[in-house]
């Protein structure tokens, strides 16, 4: 059973249009990550949730924010796309830092930028 | 600055062969994951070495922490055409903030 769910698998999106990528996670977690993947690089931490604690990476551009209703969605909104956003965004999942941090992934959502 | 050094970037075998890849660290690190991702998908998560000086196998595939817990390595043994991917090692470290934080990867092709 799928313990990370992304929605959608791709995304289509016109320049300079919002989106909003979704993430649900049935292993209640209190730890939720956004990373944004570029083809053949690692995964880059866009920010992170603990619980309802939102951690802004010092890199990350004011043009991603996200949101976390609840401990089981996280939303990832682009308000403006440019070309360079068009990326894998890839939700994850973990136990609190400190203890065994690792962390599930969700298959990803292929954003593309036309 | 990268946090976790991965070596090499990218390797090409034969079908047969033995590899390792590295992962190095300045920091100390609470754990360290290894994760193999194939394209198009999210990464899967392979094994997680928490105490110094640690070896765990996986099939083919085994993975040891340093002994300070700032590197770790992770060895195939006769390498085979569903061995290809992308190989990250991520940690944490409070150091970085206990963020889960990864390496550049390493793309492995093992040709037939």
């Known amino acids: 059973d799928a313990m990370v769910i992304q929605n959608p698998r791709y995304q289509v999106t016109q320049f300079g249009k919002p989106v909003t990528l979704s993430c649900s996670q049935t292993?209640?977690?209190?730890?939720m990550y956004w990373y944004q993947q570029k083809s053949s690089q690692a995964p880059k931490l866009l920010f992170h949730?603990?619980?309802?604690?939102?951690?802004n990476e010092a890199d990350t551009p004011d043009n991603f924010q996200s949101r976390r209703p609840n401990t089981s969605f996280c939303f990832l909104d682009i308000r403006s796309p440019g070309l360079g956003d068009a990326a894998m965004y890839l939700c994850?999942?973990?136990?609190?830092?400190?203890?065994?941090?690792?962390?599930?992934f969700g298959q990803g959502t292929r954003l593309t930028v036309v | 600055t990268q946090l976790l050094e991965q070596s090499p970037q990218f390797l090409s075998i034969q079908e047969g062969e033995n590899l390792t890849v590295y992962c190095n660290s300045s920091?100390?690190?609470?754990?360290l994951q290894w994760y193999r991702q194939e394209p198009g998908e999210g990464p899967v998560l392979l094994v997680t070495?928490?105490?110094?000086?640690e070896v765990k196998k996986l099939k083919r595939l085994t993975f040891q922490f340093g002994d300070a817990r700032k590197d770790s390595s992770l060895h195939i043994t006769a390498a085979q055409p569903g061995d290809t991917g992308l190989y990250l090692c991520?940690?944490?470290?409070?150091?970085?903030?206990?963020?889960?934080?990864f390496g550049a990867g390493t793309i492995l092709r093992v040709k037939s």
């Open positions: 994850a999942t973990s136990l609190p830092h400190g203890l065994n941090t690792e962390a599930f």
């Open positions: 292993l209640n977690h209190n730890v």
């Open positions: 949730y603990y619980d309802k604690d939102f951690n």
């Open positions: 920091s100390v690190f609470s754990s």
């Open positions: 070495v928490v105490t110094g000086g």
């Open positions: 991520a940690g944490s470290s409070p150091a970085y903030g206990n963020k889960l934080v």
